[in-house]
């Protein structure tokens, strides 16, 4: 049988063997996908095919044939939204004002409670529609179930695909829905996090490591998916560390390839000795300063974005490191096909 996996080339040969369905089946892995090592056949239900070769035994030699005797098929689901990522339909236009809130906070759904970043948020977004007739969109993690990245990545930098594999196995997966979002629907984005013990939230964390898929698209293809957007922060919390919190942030748009604004965040915090929390969300909602600012971080965007939106950036380059700059490029992994 064929070694290079239907899905995304996986080494096979490297596979556990079990007996599952109805016969031997080995298993890829880098994702999981499963044939039987008799017949080359997915499991029962799948019409996939995989490629297998004549094989003869003549004294201590293996003899196999050059040409598959059973040719590989590999089945096409359509999926109206995976297509329009993977062929990166994008959604903006010339004139579009498409902007994006991310709040990253969590809380119980069965216990609601006021949240500062999320306001502050929204006073944002509000603002962009009425002063620049924006077209908003407020996605709330808490509200998407999807899974941590698995860390195919590890495995070899294709196997961390676009959109990401865990979305490819299941689109009904949490992300998807920032993924055609923030790639393909928006112009502007705005993140909004607390502080949780001098970072942004878990649940922050969380987005970026499936957002890994965008970045590595540089890596293995040379392909930038987020060009002529802005991004921009939102960082409350009780306490401080405002602006870790944001260079952590920063540091990770930029290399997905967005550009920001002069001032690209908003804090708020009441510093080391406020543990008056009680008193935090009282005096946020009476600030001044977060009317402000919650407002000048949006003129902020809009001005920079009319400037960069139709520039060409095909001269932008992501200086980053490719597999051919690695060490060890030169040395050859027998067990992999690519
Ligand atoms: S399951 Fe084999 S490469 Fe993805």
């Given at each position: 049988m064929a070694n290079a996996c239907l899905h995304k080339a996986g080494p096979l040969g490297l596979g556990v063997v079990s007996s599952k369905y109805d016969g031997l089946y080995v298993t890829c892995p880098w994702h999981g996908w499963e044939y039987?090592?008799?017949?080359?056949?997915?499991?029962?239900?799948?019409p996939d095919q995989q490629a297998l070769y004549e094989v003869k035994l003549e004294g201590e030699n293996i003899l196999i044939s050059e040409k598959p005797i059973v040719k590989a098929h590999r089945e096409h689901f359509n999926d109206p939204l995976l297509e329009d990522l993977i062929k990166l339909?994008?959604?903006?236009?010339?004139k579009s004002l498409n902007i994006l809130g991310l709040s990253t906070t969590s809380m119980s759904p069965q216990l609601p409670r006021f949240s500062t970043s999320e306001d502050a948020l929204q006073k944002s977004l509000t603002y962009a529609e009425e002063k620049y007739g924006a077209a908003t969109k407020m996605v709330k993690l808490r509200d998407l179930e999807f899974r941590s990245c698995e860390g195919y990545y590890s495995q070899h930098s294709h196997a961390c695909t676009w959109p990401c594999s865990i979305t490819e196995m299941d689109?009904?997966?949490?992300?998807t829905e920032v993924y055609e979002s923030m790639i393909l629907w928006a112009d502007i984005i705005i993140v909004s996090t607390p502080i949780r013990w001098g970072n942004a939230s878990a649940l922050y964390y969380k987005m970026p490591q499936r957002l890994n898929c965008v970045q590595n698209q540089i890596t293995i293809n040379n392909k930038i998916l987020v060009k002529n957007k802005i991004a921009s922060f939102i960082i409350t919390g009780g306490q401080d560390n405002i602006q870790q919190v944001a260079g952590q942030m920063m540091c990770f748009f930029t290399d997905l390839g967005f550009t920001f604004p002069p001032f690209s965040f908003l804090g708020w915090s009441r510093g080391w000795t406020a543990e008056d929390m009680d008193k935090n969300v009282m005096q946020f909602k009476k600030s001044e300063y977060i009317l402000r600012t919650s407002k000048e971080l949006v003129d902020n965007c809009v001005e920079i974005l009319t400037q960069i939106k139709n520039i060409n950036m095909s001269n932008i380059h992501a200086p980053k490191p490719t597999r051919d700059d690695s060490l060890s490029a030169a040395i050859e992994n027998s067990d992999m096909n690519i």
């Open positions: 039987n090592i008799e017949t080359g056949s997915a499991p029962p239900g799948f339909k994008y959604q903006t236009s010339e689109p009904k997966d949490g992300m």
